[in-house]
């Protein structure tokens, strides 16, 4: 039985919106001014077309767009739609973990583990992820300022809160979940690391980025090893999406006996691994005991088993 009632459940996600939303409105600043190596907190917003300040009242999370009118006020330069748009995701994004962690409790509502070091953790989760796609959509560069500060918080947090992580990563002890931590980073790490070498040998082009490792050390960090796998081949299914969608052009063009452009802007995976590693979070309660479960524990008997540490049968 959960001890919450649904006013308390629609109190806490209305207030998460609310912070998600500012939290958004930071994350903007740091899309905006991280590649450039600018500094995040200073100086104040400003427009950049006439440098005006941008005060407290034009500051509003997505209220502040809509009444400007997605235009600056001095000199009715327009703003971008992403502003606003990434702000009511970030907010929509912290509800999404609070019922993940609180209502549907695979994560937070262990005994012994706080439901709001969880949501807490989940959350910072989801704004990195978020703000390193955009970056690396933007750019096809993944700001180590971020990864760094997930790999280290991931780590931390998981020591302090060992029984913080989904399901199979739970830990009891403090050095438990410092060594689940860092299993989910090394890991992690390795499996773009294979690939990235492999994929050299055999495409003679890079498969993956670095920056790609950067970012499943960090899913990894936060979520153990398991999910930083799954991470990794749901990315790759995700990853298909738009290149059969950019296959339809290049099919007409073939057909029709046009050239066909290769010079096109190739996509960065960062926004995959980020959207998959998402995706697995907020269904993991469903999608780990259902989906994953019975194979992990097919593959855990023959590690066991490869090590010589399964009872002989009779
Ligand atoms: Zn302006």
């Given at each position: 039985m959960n001890v919450y009632e649904w006013q308390v459940h629609l109190f806490l996600a209305t207030g998460l919106f609310f912070i998600g939303t500012v939290v958004g409105s930071f994350l903007n600043v740091c899309i905006y001014r991280l590649p450039l190596q600018k500094s995040v907190i200073w100086p104040d917003s400003r427009c950049p077309n006439c440098l005006g300040r941008?005060?407290?009242?034009?500051?509003?999370?997505?209220?502040s767009w809509l009444f400007l009118r997605a235009a600056c006020r001095n000199c009715k330069l327009k703003i971008s739609a992403r502003y606003p748009a990434i702000e009511a995701a970030t907010g929509l994004l912290f509800v999404a973990v609070y019922f993940a962690d609180a209502?549907?409790?695979?994560?937070?509502?262990?005994?012994?583990?706080?439901?709001y070091v969880a949501v807490f953790y989940h959350c910072v989760l989801m704004a990195l992820l978020l703000a390193i796609s955009m970056i690396d959509f933007d750019w096809t560069i993944v700001p180590h300022e971020l990864t760094n500060f997930g790999i280290v918080f991931g780590l931390l947090v998981g020591?302090?809160?060992?029984?913080?992580?989904?399901?199979?990563?739970?830990?009891?002890?403090?050095?438990?979940?410092?060594?689940?931590?860092?299993?989910?980073?090394?890991?992690?790490?390795?499996v773009v690391w294979v690939v990235r070498v492999v994929g050299g040998l055999v495409f003679r082009r890079e498969a993956m980025g670095a920056g790609d490792i950067h970012i499943l050390a960090v899913v990894g960090a936060f979520m153990g090893w398991q999910a930083a796998v799954l991470t990794f081949f749901l990315s790759a299914f995700l990853g298909l999406v738009?290149?059969?969608?950019?296959?339809?052009?290049?099919?007409?063009?073939r057909l029709t006996g046009r050239q066909w452009n290769p010079s096109e802007r190739e996509i960065p995976l960062g926004p995959f691994l980020s959207m998959a590693a998402v995706v697995l979070f907020l269904t993991w309660h469903w999608a780990w005991p259902k989906l994953f479960e019975p194979y992990y524990a097919i593959f855990a008997w023959l590690v066991r088993d490869l090590l010589g540490q399964n009872p002989d049968l009779p």
């Open positions: 941008i005060g407290a009242l034009e500051n509003i999370p997505v209220l209502y549907f409790g695979s994560h937070g509502n262990r005994p012994g583990s706080s439901v020591a302090i809160e060992p029984a913080v992580r989904p399901a199979p990563s739970g830990a009891l002890t403090m050095l438990g979940g410092l060594g689940v931590g860092l299993l989910g980073v090394v890991v992690g790490a390795g738009p290149s059969l969608v950019k296959l339809v052009p290049y099919l007409i063009k």
